[in-house]
């Protein structure tokens, strides 16, 4: 069974497709675009066409840096502005491609197969890039969402349970922060691992048509876009502390923790807002010891006063205040400016502290 | 006397100011943005602000490999997303600014001051830029349109007469574009040099409004825009044929020339488009003629095969055609495609024979 729907932007609107074994379909569609893969599915994506590069999906090549290299090989393929690109990969993949597709000659149409859960359930529509740059992690991006998505459930048994958390952890963010009705129908449906193709594909389908919601409504994260930073601001600072060895999406759901403290000492939550957020972290916390509980015993020793450095330096903040997303009243998320005192550094240390407790983060 | 439009674009809806002396004025409104500013214009630009650089308005530098410095000092600068950037100069000065804005943390807003006829009167509107790579030049580029543009007509001083024909050249390309109304009272106002103040900003007012409709009509170059190309074809492979010694808009005034011959010699012009293009062609010459004969001499001998050579990479073509912007019966312009024939290319190395002759082009 194939579902699609659309979405739509301000420069295009895109179709989103889900089911089972596209990529043969895909394929056969663009045996004349430009295939940029990632270099793990070698083994798995049949070359059936005639340009194409691999690309490790590393934090390295997904940089300004390594942009030239990519729009050389575009140029050399003849690539004009009416050619294609697809982009077969997880989230670093889209990321390069997106940016790339973007300035090369002023912008070309690209197809995105994404390939992790992640890129399944939230990253693959809204059209963002986040790129690094003279080593300052996601400093530069934009915006050039694809001109279609296919999204093929098969790739999903190809990760393991840490990229399929990676993904959970932000669906359910997403669905959080639309609001209590999705949230709970959300937890309903939430299925137990090893995910199989049906309950994939319906879970996607869900939360992709929530996302949907936030970015017809504010495509370039001005307002109610940026509530999906939820988790983000205290996650950024985990992941670069800790030489991003916690993954993305773990980090968030960390994040979503510490911000819930956060907010809870703050005194911002009614009893209700209580009970949601304890639904939240009690869903976050339960995959952790579930599925990935041997992951946390391998993660670095954290120095709490390194992670409020980096904390400092999330792009988010302004001058003078600090710019967090968090459960407030009845655990609706608001953005919330913080003036940058030592008071307030306090504690957010405080609030890393509890969280980190509360997920048996062993060494902090 | 100042004047002031707005444009409406995807993205935002952006102001344009034209006036005497209003340096100072943006100055004193932005003293906490980050200033990017040609340094041509070292001693023209008073101080009074703390976070500037200035940049040498070379191809250089209009480069994605030059990008990474830029970025650098902005994020030394501390700027964050609610930070604005003043960019001072020409061309490429804006090509540079767009760029780099529209990338930082995924685009930051910046204003526009154009201290060419050119950038004033044609390039500061439309939110378009051009940037070199690895030795291909404007292979990449993309959309970013300044918040504000604010033309200051004091700076037209600071110009040479190439300088000014630059500029007059694609004023007239645009108002030719339009409609032969829009041309026709383009011609009976086109001003004597030295340009004066008030009639600099009468013409510039005039043809920027023109444009206007264009780029609000077709922001992304995907129709009526397109034939703002006319011209452009023809002369790019001018340009780079002869390493750049031919300033851009020079070299549009007679790519104009080139194109008008090769609809000619195609038939495709009815009485009324025979004279209308004459009109221009006419135009075109007396302004050679009367400003700018001296520069003819210095330019170098063109090898026509090579100039073919050169027409045949231009982007804007498709795999198997040639696209070019011609006019065509009473003279409007349409974009056309021609097959990458024998016969075209012997008809397109007529058409630069002829043009060149006609504008006196000394040594080809």
Redesign the interface.
Same mark, same amino acid.
Not at 102 to 107: A, E, L, N, Q, V
Not at 128 to 131: L, M, P, R, V
Not at 139 to 143: D, H, M, P, R, V
């Given at each position: 069974m194939q579902e699609s729907f659309s979405v739509v932007s301000?420069?295009n609107s895109y179709q989103v497709q889900i089911g089972e074994n596209l990529l043969e379909q895909v394929i056969n569609k663009h045996k004349d675009s430009f295939f940029i893969i990632d270099s793990n599915l070698k083994k798995i994506v049949p070359i059936k066409f005639k340009n194409y590069i691999f690309i490790e999906a590393t934090e390295k090549n997904k940089s300004?840096?390594k942009?030239?290299e990519i *729009? $050389?090989k575009m140029?050399e393929a003849?690539l @004009?502005?009416?050619s294609h690109v697809v982009a077969i990969g997880g989230g670093i993949i889209q990321d390069i491609v997106t940016f790339a597709a973007?300035?090369?000659?002023?912008?070309i149409s690209w197809t995105y197969m994404p390939t992790t859960l992640l890129g399944m359930i939230d990253s693959c529509v809204g059209g963002?890039?986040?790129?690094n *740059? $003279?080593g300052?992690k996601n400093?530069?991006? @934009?915006?050039h969402p694809p001109k279609s998505i296919s999204i093929d459930v098969s790739f999903l048994e190809t990760l393991n349970n840490e990229q399929i958390v990676c993904g959970l952890y932000e669906a359910v963010k997403i669905s959080y922060a639309k609001d209590i009705e999705t949230f709970l129908s959300y937890l309903d449906c939430s299925p137990k691992l090893p995910l199989n193709n049906s309950t994939a594909q319906n879970l996607i389908s869900k939360v992709l048509k929530t996302k949907k919601w936030f970015i017809e409504i504010d495509e370039?994260?001005q307002k109610e876009r940026l509530i999906l930073n939820f988790g983000h601001t205290f996650c950024h600072a985990l992941e670069s502390s800790t030489d991003f060895a916690i993954a993305h999406g773990i980090a968030v759901g960390m994040g979503m923790i510490i911000a819930i403290q956060f907010s809870k000492n703050e005194n911002l939550l009614n009893d209700k807002g209580i009970e949601r957020t304890e639904l939240l972290k009690n869903y976050i916390k339960g995959i952790i010891n579930n599925y990935i509980s041997d992951l946390l015993e391998k993660y670095p020793k954290l120095d709490l006063n390194y992670v409020l450095k980096n904390f400092d330096n999330d792009?988010?903040?302004?001058?003078n205040s600090y710019r967090i997303i968090l459960p407030k009243d009845d655990g609706g998320l608001v953005m919330i400016n913080k003036d940058k005192t030592e008071n307030a550094r306090q504690k957010i240390i405080k609030a890393y502290q509890e969280g980190l407790k509360i997920v048996g983060y062993p060494n902090f």
């Open positions: 301000s420069s300004l840096e942009i030239p *729009i $050389l140029r003849r @004009n502005r009416t973007s300035i090369y000659m002023r912008g963002k890039s986040a790129i *740059i $003279l300052y400093l530069i991006g @934009n915006f370039f994260d792009k988010k903040h302004e001058t």
